[in-house]
């Protein structure tokens, strides 16, 4: 009997991937900061309304992202508590800034020796690694790929990872869930890491990776989204924030 081979973890990522009507391109079935990318007429539309703001509250409404509409007219109403893609969330640069920022935290206080960028993985799915044992972290990272995976948000996760690593030393991405002890716990942090990296998936491999839902996967995405949005964090997963906010704030008084 023959067989066919199984479809490849960056084929059934790339089977995730719709091109929808008004332009954007979505990985999954929800409209997040992270999971779009493109866009097109009500992108442009949505960006001149919103460079006639004043510049003050252009400013503050980038500083959170809110809940994301792609109807310009929906948005348009209200502008402050509704973020159009691109448009008025959080900007990719200060995304960047937020996680080199916890980088050189990590540095300072000894739970990462280095970080190494603009490295090419053999593994076309993989963005970021965190080396245990060595305290090194690699990031390799596409500026037209979705948010979730560019270099803001891969940093922050990784970083996560060394912080995960320093509070259970012995625990590997194969343990029993450690951080996460509650149900609502674990839902919430599968919630952010969806919002971040789109639907979880089976993966092939011997590791279980963080579309598994590792304990320690999704704990280095809580603190991503923790790094980046803090206050998007806050509202869409308080139980599993405060959980790590409680584990991690031991290690550095400065993280959060």
Known sequence: MSRFPSPTLADRIDNRIQELDD????LGDEDTPFTLREGGDPLEQAQQLHSEREESERERDEESNEPVTRALSEWRENMMELDFPFVDTIPIDEQRRRANRVAELATEEGYVDSVTRDVTFEDETVRGKYWRGVNLIEIGTDSDDFPGFRTGIVLAHEVGHAFYDAWSPDSGIEEHPRLFRMPDEKEQARRLSERLYGPMIETDGPFVDYRKGSDEELAAAVF????????????IAPDAVRRLENIFG?????LF
């Not at 991503?224 to 509202?235: G, L, T, V």
Request: no cysteine; proline share 5%; hydrophobic share 45%.
């Open 23 to 26: 332009g954007f391109v979505r």
């Open 224 to 235: 991503a989204s923790r790094i980046i949005e803090p206050m998007a964090a806050q509202r």
């Open 250 to 254: 031991d290690l550095s008084k400065n």
